[in-house]
T-cell receptor, first 117, second 114 residues
Framework: AQSVSQHNHHVILSEAASLELGCNYS??????LFWYVQYPGQHLQLLLK??????LVKGIKGFEAEFIKSKFSFNLRKPSVQWSDTAEYFC???????????????FGKGTKLSVIP | DAGVIQSPRHEVTEMGQEVTLRCKPI?????LFWYRQTMMRGLELLIY????????DSGMPEDRFSAKMPNASFSTLKIQPSEPRDSAVYFC????????????FGPGTRLTVT
């Protein structure tokens, strides 16, 4: 079974600082990768996704992520964070194979980001 | 576009009581997922349906949990009897499979069992 590790439980940054959140997964085959965001009191929303092609994917609100296959990583980045980016960020992986589990998302435990004005 | 609808948004119940959580997926979506979110375990998949049929329920914690999807626009997750350790936020998500792996989440139901 696949698993997802998010290295940081809680990250605190000042506005305008750069952000990088780590995500590593364990699965030997081909995967789809996602980052979801959960703003305080709200439901999960898709930030960006990688299915194939260019390993650098751009999402909403200035976020981007890079898939490095050799490192099984899919780190999330933003050059300059804003107070409104305060939220919890979840990395998720979905294996690509035929079978009952092929559409399941396995989530990491999440990283809380607090941005100080 | 109403999105995924869940009810109730908050539920407080006493141990031993039956709890029913409800979900209405996005119209046209053919797959529905139930997740549980806790501080200790994060976000866990409990069960998912495709075309109203349960495909994988290996995440359902025990026999006290059951889920149904009688039609394409409605699903329930039932806990009977409830226990304090069931306290969590329960999310429902829907998707169009196999066209898209993207899942759209509902606002969640915060369940507290005292």
């Amino acid at each position: 079974a696949q698993s997802v590790s998010q290295h940081n439980h809680h990250v605190i940054l000042s506005e305008a600082a750069s952000l990088e959140l780590g995500c590593n997964y364990s699965y030997g085959g081909t995967v789809n990768l996602f980052w979801y965001v959960q703003y305080p009191g709200q439901h999960l929303q898709l930030l960006l996704k990688y299915f194939s092609g260019d390993p650098l994917v751009k999402g909403i609100k200035g976020f981007e992520a890079e898939f490095i296959k050799s490192k099984f990583s899919f780190n999330l980045r933003k050059p300059s964070v804003q107070w409104s980016d305060t939220a919890e960020y979840f990395c998720a992986v979905s294996p690509i194979y035929s079978g009952a589990g092929s559409y399941q998302l396995t989530f990491g435990k999440g990283t809380k980001l607090s941005v100080i004005p | 576009d109403a999105g995924v609808i869940q009810s109730p948004r908050h539920e407080v119940t006493e141990m031993g009581q039956e709890v029913t959580l409800r979900c209405k997926p996005i119209s046209g979506h053919n797959s529905l997922f139930w997740y549980r979110q806790t501080m200790m375990r994060g976000l866990e998949l409990l069960i998912y349906f495709n075309n109203n049929v349960p495909i994988d329920d290996s995440g359902m914690p025990e026999d006290r949990f059951s889920a149904k999807m009688p039609n394409a626009s409605f699903s329930t997750l039932k806990i009977q009897p409830s226990e304090p350790r069931d306290s969590a936020v329960y999310f429902c998500a829907s998707s169009i499979l196999p066209a898209s792996y993207e899942q759209y989440f509902g606002p969640g139901t915060r369940l507290t069992v005292t």
